[in-house]
């Protein structure tokens, strides 16, 4: 487990190696209007992963212990069906705007937008009627990539403007599971897009004992409803310092009285949004040796300990409770259309959004 992040990552290191492997699709359920939902497999020579059409979303991903032994590294659901149900975001793209925005309002060019609220008073991943329950359109590229499209209606959601985007996940024979998103509109509008995948290496009931590095000094200090408050407060010396690797039990306690009684906090990568993939964070499972880094060009990344996550049925009968995951989800700031002092998040059109994340496995 390395002990210290290197900033940056050189981008010889991520060239896709010659891949020997293959994308099958197949019906997976269908919608209660009768729309049909597609799950396509890529399975490389170590790996494999699993993507639906809805909420373009990462079901399933196997990867290799330190002896070689296959098994699942997310929560998810046996029965297809499940997907289409309320569930804690499994494995999905947030979107428009992953996170929150306060109140569910934003000002743009002078005009402010009302969203739907469905966090409190708050507007949280979309809204209701987000990314994660739509319907992407998928088609398979080459032989180990997928690309989920969809073109979100000016005004849906509350936002303005229509969005076209489209979600690439490809998995190299490094084990590395990459994802490149893209967007466009016709008018001026926010996006901000992210992965909502539970990660937990060992399959243990909980991930507490998984030991978690972050490349960041600092993190978006939030209220008691976990909206920003726009302070960056350094980490150093608190229960939010991840800059040397330590497993995420040891800590846990320090945030009972939070929102969530866990980790819920973006954290202001070191070097991030340069247009560069910078090492996030590490992830470590010392009882299966798995390793995942997570590579990203975006300023933030919101590490979720699964708080919310309550007696849920998962795959293979598991019963998913608080901590059976965790998210790394790298993104902007959150409620960054209110936050003048944060990167923006505003898309106009002729601009193209566009970021990458990459998800990379080992095991020693």
Avoid at 10 to 25: F, I
Avoid at 126 to 152: C, H, Q
Wanted: charged share 20%.
């Amino acid at each position: 487990m390395p002990r210290n992040l290197s900033p940056l990552v050189s981008a010889a290191l991520l060239v896709a190696l010659p891949v020997v492997a293959e994308v099958k699709h197949a019906d997976f359920t269908n919608t209660s209007d009768g729309q049909k939902v597609t799950v396509y497999t890529i399975s490389g020579p170590h790996s494999e992963a699993r993507f639906v059409t809805w909420g373009a979303s990462l079901i399933e991903m196997t990867v290799p212990d330190r002896d070689g032994k296959l098994a699942s590294v997310t929560l998810g659901f046996d029965e297809p069906g499940r997907y289409l149900q309320p569930h804690p975001f499994f494995g999905c793209v947030a979107g428009r705007f992953a996170n929150r925005i306060a109140l569910g309002k934003f000002t743009l060019d002078g005009k402010t937008y009302q969203l739907p609220t469905n966090n409190g008073p708050h507007h949280l991943h979309g809204g209701p009627g987000g990314f994660d329950k739509r319907n992407w359109t998928g088609e398979v590229l080459g032989t180990n990539g997928v690309r989920f499209t969809y073109e979100s209606a000016d005004g849906e959601e509350g936002y303005p403007g229509k969005l076209t985007a489209t979600v690439t996940y490809t998995l190299t024979e490094r084990d590395e599971l990459r994802i490149d998103y893209v967007a466009t509109t016709d008018k001026p509008t926010v996006v901000n897009l992210t992965n909502h995948t539970y990660w937990n290496l060992s399959g243990e009931p909980d991930v507490l004992g998984h030991e978690l590095q972050i490349n960041a000094d600092k993190y978006t200090v939030v209220d008691a409803e976990s909206i920003p408050t726009g302070e960056l407060r350094a980490v150093a010396g608190s229960e939010f310092d991840f800059t040397k690797s330590k497993p995420i039990g040891r800590d846990i306690g320090a945030m009972a009285n939070t929102p969530g009684g866990g980790f819920d906090h973006n954290w202001v990568v070191n070097a991030g949004a340069k247009g560069e993939l910078v090492l996030a964070a590490v992830l470590h499972d010392p009882k299966s040796g798995r390793t995942m880094r997570v590579l990203s060009d975006q300023p933030g990344i919101q590490f979720y300990s699964g708080n919310y996550v309550n007696n849920i049925k998962g795959r293979g009968g598991k019963v998913y409770g608080k901590f059976a995951g965790l998210c790394l989800e790298t993104q902007h700031f959150p409620d960054a259309p209110n936050r003048p002092e944060f990167a923006s998040t505003v898309l106009r059109p002729g601009e193209t959004y566009k970021t990458t994340t990459v998800y990379a496995f080992s095991a020693k």
